[in-house]
């Protein structure tokens, strides 16, 4: 019963995505900060982390993004299939990521956060760089309007 939209109107907007990868123990999953940019999805890493050695043993993944708004109705999923690889960490990059979802004002940024979490600098930093090998999207935004959608392609 839903709708395709332009993937623009989630890859854009500072919202949570969910990295899906294969382990000998079954799928996990990780949600993750994410910049699209030249035709891939660029999610933060570290060398050591869980899944970059995923990623490396079996590059399969999936990605999904939702913007949801309960109060205006709006529901969009986005979902990203195909193999990603792990690339060392591209500083111009991550500090618009950052950009993304902490702001332009680099001085409001939380210092310890930086530091500790989100180092730009870091040695062991790598990106996760999906170049999506097949895409659907889906916009159910009719759950509190009936059949006439609250969000429509575009807005």
């Not at 990780?30 to 050695?53: H, Q, Y």
């Not at 990059?93 to 989100?118: C, H, M, Q």
């Not at 040695?123 to 097949?134: H, N, Q, Y």
């Amino acid at each position: 019963m839903g709708q395709s939209f332009d993937p623009e109107a989630v890859l854009t907007a500072p919202l949570m995505a969910n990295l899906a990868t294969m382990s000998a123990d079954g799928p996990r999953n990780a949600p993750v900060w994410f910049i699209w940019e030249d035709g891939a999805l660029w999610m933060l890493a570290n060398k050591t982390g869980s899944s970059v050695k995923r990623l490396q043993d079996d590059p399969r993944c999936a990605v999904e993004i939702v913007r949801f708004e309960n109060d205006t109705g709006i529901l969009l999923h986005l979902g990203l299939r195909g193999r990603a690889e792990v690339v060392p960490m591209d500083a111009a990059r991550f500090r618009r990521l950052l950009t993304k979802y902490l702001g332009s004002d680099e001085a409001a940024w939380n210092p310890w956060f930086i530091e500790n979490v989100a180092r730009i600098e870091d040695p062991d930093g790598r990106m996760i760089r999906l170049v999506p090998e097949s895409y659907f999207s889906n916009n159910v935004s009719f759950f509190r309007t009936g059949p006439e959608f609250a969000w429509k392609d575009g807005d």
